[in-house]
């Protein structure tokens, strides 16, 4: 039994909403947020310098991390197939970014945050639309 589209994208955001507000919304909680961060260690390197900042405070996931997941969620929703000239372009331009960083130097977050989400889209929409609900008539 898989779960509905909406839920799963829904709980994926939800996810991706608590990496970014968390460290803002609960340093009034150090131990919670210790453990948040270290759930959120075992799928992102969490280096403050390349996250997006809330007042002041990094997120949980690197801007490229939470990008690669909101562009999955993005395909999982709205459960597009694209093209595979679509995919290579998308993989393509996130990819480029990634080395044009490489060997320029740091990029400011919002970079990398369309970067991450260029990839997650690509990597998630050829898989996306088995998550589109049958209608059988």
Not at 104 to 130: D, K, Q, V
Request: aromatic letters at 8%.
């Amino acid at each position: 039994m898989s779960l509905p589209r909406g839920i799963l994208a829904i709980g994926i955001l939800s996810l991706l909403g608590l990496a970014v507000a968390a460290p803002w919304g609960l340093s009034q909680f150090p131990l919670f947020l210790a453990g948040l961060s270290a759930a959120f260690g075992q799928i992102c390197h969490q280096e403050p310098s390349r996250a997006l900042l809330v007042e002041g405070l990094p997120s949980l996931l690197c801007a490229r991390c939470l990008g690669a997941f909101a562009g999955g969620s993005f395909a999982v929703l709205m459960a597009t197939r694209l093209s595979k000239n679509w995919v290579l372009m998308l993989l393509a331009a996130g990819a480029s970014a990634w080395l044009l960083e490489a060997g320029l130097g740091p990029w400011p977050a919002e970079a990398r945050l369309l970067a991450g989400s260029t990839i997650g889209l690509a990597l998630t929409a050829p898989f996306a639309e088995a998550s589109k609900p049958k209608i059988l008539c």
